[in-house]
């Protein structure tokens, strides 16, 4: 398993969460048999990998439709780098 926590300091925090969705959180607790700060640490931990996802997808978008970027780039020699 992989520890989310790392070397950091642990914080105690408290939000607000729909009675249906805590519900189902509460049946994979029991399913699984992990603490809810478990399940909330780890679903926390994947939001912020695929909003980073997010943020290169729309990077590499935005760069793709930048004409005066694309026309900057140089092709190197061995067909694999790119030089800016």
Known sequence: MVHLYGQDSIEKVTFNISSSLKEQVNELKEEF???LSTIYNEAIANYL???ELERWSAGVSKALNDQEYLDEIVHSD???LYEY
């Open 33 to 35: 048999g992990v603490s």
């Open 78 to 80: 061995d067909d694999e």
């Open 49 to 51: 990998r695929q909003k």
